[in-house]
Nanobody, 116 residues
Framework: EVRLVESGGGLVQPGGSLRLSCAAS????????MSWVRQAPGKGLEWVSG????????TYVDSVKGRFTISRDNAKNTLYLQMTSLIPEDTGVYFC?????????WGQGTQVTVSS
C-alpha cells in the first residue's frame, strides 16, 4: 500500500523558514519523481516543485524560485521542501504526491501559516 505522510508545517513569521518532510512507503521511492503541491485558503491546487527519482533534476514555480529547495533522501524514503524567506502568500496546505502507474498518490497535507 502506497503511503505518503507529510510533516513539518506550522506557524511562522514572515521571513522565517520551515522544512517540510514527506515520508514515503509502499513503492520504490528512488524510482519515482515526486512533487510538492499547495492549496491556499479558498483557492485551487498549485504545483510548487518537482524532483526526479535520482534527485539531480529539480523544478520550481516562479514564485518560490530562490526561496524553496526540494530534495530527497532515497536511503530514508523521504522527500523534503526547505522553505526560506517565507511570505504570507505561502500560506496553505502543502501536499506531496507521487505519480505511479495508473494514478497519483497524495499525502494528507501539512498546514503552513505565514503570519505576524
Amino acid at each position: 500500500e502506497v503511503r505518503l505522510v507529510e510533516s513539518g508545517g506550522g506557524l511562522v513569521q514572515p521571513g522565517g523558514s520551515l522544512r517540510l518532510s514527506c515520508a514515503a512507503s509502499g513503492f520504490t521511492f528512488s524510482g519515482s519523481a515526486m512533487s510538492w503541491v499547495r492549496q491556499a485558503p479558498g483557492k485551487g491546487l498549485e504545483w510548487v516543485s518537482g524532483i526526479n527519482g535520482g534527485g539531480g533534476i529539480t523544478t520550481y514555480v516562479d514564485s518560490v524560485k530562490g526561496r524553496f529547495t526540494i530534495s530527497r533522501d532515497n536511503a530514508k524514503n523521504t522527500l523534503y521542501l526547505q522553505m526560506t524567506s517565507l511570505i504570507p502568500e505561502d500560506t496553505g496546505v502543502y501536499f506531496c504526491n507521487a505519480p505511479r502507474p495508473g494514478r497519483v498518490y497524495w499525502g494528507q497535507g501539512t498546514q503552513v501559516t505565514v503570519s505576524s
